[in-house]
Every structure is written in C-alpha cells, then in structure tokens.
C-alpha cells in the first residue's frame, strides 16, 4: 500500500474520528483532521494538504459539511464518509472533482479491527480502479465483511435493519418505564433470552441520543418503514384484544412462509448458540484475567494452575479491552473457595496475567 497518502479526517474528536486516526496511523499514514469541537486546521486546510479525505461528522450536517469543501476537491484525491446515511451524503461528494467512495461500518467503533463486522460499500462512478483496491486492501487489512450496494438501496434497507429495530426497542423502554417495571428486578426473573432482549434496549440507551435521532429522522426511507410497522402492530393488537386464534396462527404462518425455511433455521441456530454464550457469561462463578498485548499461549500457564489446584472450568471467553486482552473464565466452585483462591494467588504471583476485580 501506498506510505505518502496523507489522511485527512473531518470530524477527528469523534469516537468514528478518533478510532480512523488510531487505525491508519497504525498502518504506517500521517494523519490530520478538522473538528468543531477542537482543531488547529480547518475543514478547507484538511481538504487542501489531505490525498485521503474522511468526513466523519453527523448525519444531519454531513452534506453540509462536505459541500462547503467541495471547490477544494483535487481530481487526484479521494473522498468517502463513514456516516449511516448514503444517497445524499455520497451525491454531495460527487459534485467535487475528487474520487468517491460511500462506507457504511455497520457498528460502534471497535477496539481494534473490524474482525466480523459488516462495511457496506458503495462504489461510484467515475472513481479510479487504483482508489477502489487502495480501499478494499484497506477493508481487507481491517478484516471487515464487505457488502456491496448503491447508494438508494442501503438507505431503504437502513429504514429496515436500523430504524426500525431501534424504533421498536425505544417503543419497549416506553412500555417499562410508563408502566414502572424496575428493569434490574425483571432480570432475576429472566432466562437468556429476556436479557439478550434487555440488552439491544441497554446497548440503544447507552448510545448519544442525536445519533440516534439521526437515524430515524435523517432518512427518507424511514417514516415509509415506520407507517408499515405501526400498522403491522395495530392489526396484530387487533387480533390478539379479540381472541382470534385463527387470525394470529395465520398471521404468524405467512410470516413464517416469507422467511422461508433456510433463513428460519439459520436464525433458529443462531440464538441457541447466544441463548448457550449468556447462559455461561451470566454463570454465577467467574473471573477475569488481563493481558496487555495478546500472545501465543497465554492461558499455558493459568490452565495448568487451575488444573493442580483441582479448580474445574465450565466456559472460557476471549475478547479484546480498552487496555489489553481480556480472559473470562466461568468456574465450577465459588470464587471465595480456597482452590480458587490458592489458584488465584499463583497465577499472580507467577504470571504476566492481572485479575480484573469484580468482572
């Protein structure tokens, strides 16, 4: 890959911001930026000394933003935003001389890489052959799931895969908090599936709600999705309030039929396997151990402590942190037992690993 690329970054104090600049510093590329929040350079500066230009700004003034610049474009330059939204973002970009490209990372930003998550990508025309494999080598390095499509058709599909969504897990923690259910009461109550539930609630109300916001309000496609939606849950209330079993065993087949069957079972499977990962990640008996850098072998040592202390281990989870790599273990026997203890005080005392209090 080309070192000389300058990166330039509008919107660089962003968490979307901030993750870009780590990632291709790590490459090896001079990054710079622009933020409204706090920048020594402009927009129009970024623009002017960039090769690579990123607008990573907000939704709702992402196509502001990128019009202001685009009479600084350069047709050797190129352009893509990581916002949710498409068809006006990447038509905005088009009216600068530069090369363009639409990215949509379908999550959060990461820790790290983009290991399994989904990255639609919306080519253009006219965009050079060397700027789309400068991009998709990009992608590649970050180990992202690449999803092709237009501009129109991500924007329609959004009103389904995100708007929708978190327009119905909004409608449910209205429900919870008009009611008055005590939300942490109702998970003693639970099995994995309410809290893998409850979680894409907590997930939602973790985020900044102007994002969110966004989302729903930015696109034109969603109001069209929502009308569908309510009408869906109108008739569906309908049925349920009169009794008509019928009329719900019809509804709940077409649906069914729809989704055929590949698609049911793949799903089907798909939540056995969290329903069995929450089930072990809730267990009652667990620790954490912590490493700085992930390394081959780094449970070696550990497992064998466990194993002479005679401490039995039911699940293990890996994951990165925001200051390593992280180990969960789920036990057997209570962590205030004196094997796990003994265990506990070895690894250490005779490891690199640090246990992580109260995980």
Not at 39 to 60: A, G, Q, T, Y
Not at 107 to 112: H, S
Not at 191 to 197: E, G, K, L, N
Request: aromatic share 8%; hydrophobic share 40%; with cysteine.
């Amino acid at each position: 890959m080309e070192r000389n690329l300058i990166i330039g970054i509008i919107g660089l104090r962003g968490r979307y911001g901030q993750w870009l600049e780590r990632v291709f510093k790590q490459m090896g590329y001079p990054v710079i930026g622009s933020d409204i929040l706090e920048s020594h350079l402009s927009n129009r500066d970024v623009v002017e000394r960039s090769d690579v230009v990123i607008f990573s700004v907000p939704p709702r003034v992402t196509c502001e933003v990128i019009e202001q610049v685009v009479p600084y474009a350069r047709p050797t330059q190129f352009w893509f935003d990581v916002t949710s939204l498409k068809e006006l973002q990447v038509e905005s970009m088009l009216k600068s001389e530069a090369n363009v490209v639409g990215l949509h990372p379908m999550c959060a930003p990461p820790t790290t890489n983009l290991h399994g998550q989904t990255v639609v990508t919306c080519l253009t025309e006219p965009c050079s052959d060397w700027w789309n494999a400068w991009m998709l080598e990009v992608l590649t390095r970050l180990q992202a799931k690449v999803k092709m499509a237009n501009p129109v058709d991500h924007d329609l599909m959004m009103a389904f895969v995100q708007a929708m969504p978190h327009f119905n897990q909004m409608a449910s923690a209205a429900v919870l908090r008009e009611i008055g259910v005590d939300v942490a009461d109702s998970l003693t109550y639970t099995s994995p599936f309410y809290r893998i539930s409850q979680s894409l609630m907590g997930r939602l109300l973790r985020q900044d709600p102007e994002l969110y916001c966004d989302i729903q309000m930015c696109n034109p496609a969603t109001v069209k999705v929502l009308d569908a939606f309510v009408q869906a849950v109108q008739h569906l209330y309908e049925i349920v309030k009169s009794g008509d079993r019928d009329s719900f065993i019809n509804e709940f087949t077409a649906s069914r039929e729809h989704f055929t069957a590949p698609v049911i079972q793949d799903g089907y499977d798909l939540f056995q396997d969290l329903n069995r990962i929450v089930a072990d990640w809730s267990h009652e008996y667990k620790v954490t151990l912590e490493a700085t850098q992930d390394l081959p072998g780094l449970l070696v040592q550990p497992l064998t402590i466990l194993s002479e202390t005679g401490v039995n281990l039911t699940s293990i989870f890996s994951y990165p942190s925001g200051s390593g790599f992280r180990f969960r273990l789920g036990l057997q026997q209570n962590t205030e037992s004196a094997e796990v203890q003994s265990a506990m005080d070895r690894i250490s005392q005779s490891t690199e690993l640090t246990i992580i209090k109260g995980s």
